[in-house]
């Protein structure tokens, strides 16, 4: 019994982050342009004298933890480029980011659909394996990103189309 509940989380717990992984490569290129609107929010709610002190501080609070966690997912974006190949990058950003086809990718990388699928799970590995290596794990993921309407919405899709 203990052992089929430790098996059960384990297998909720890869789950739960192979579908984080998805959600910053899909988020990737917008990563940078929600930033840039951060900041003009941040710098538009700081300089509003005529709001109310407290709930001003609390939305620009609120925005500055939104773009530290946009750009956390960027530095974690960045280390799972470098844990892949370029061959495995691409087949990452192509699917997860672009949202292409599993029958488009095959051709394009000249494989199997089968074969394809063994290279996006040992790519995703080394994803979950890059993101792990900078202190974060699935209940940090969630914690940290789950209440962000943005990343919440992301990862509803992914969840959702898997």
Known sequence: MIVARLLITMVWYIRFMKNWIKVIWRMNDKLEQIAGALNKKITGAALDIGGATVTGCEAVMKLVETKRATVNMRV????MVAALSSEEAR???GRFGEGVSLSHLADEFGVGRFRLGKMIDGA?????????????NGSGLERDYGGIHIFREA???MTNNN
């Open 76 to 79: 974690m974006y960045n280390a």
């Open 91 to 93: 087949l990452m950003r």
């Open 124 to 136: 995703m590995d080394r994803c979950i394996e890059a993101v792990k290596g900078l202190g974060v």
């Open 155 to 157: 990862y509803g899709l």
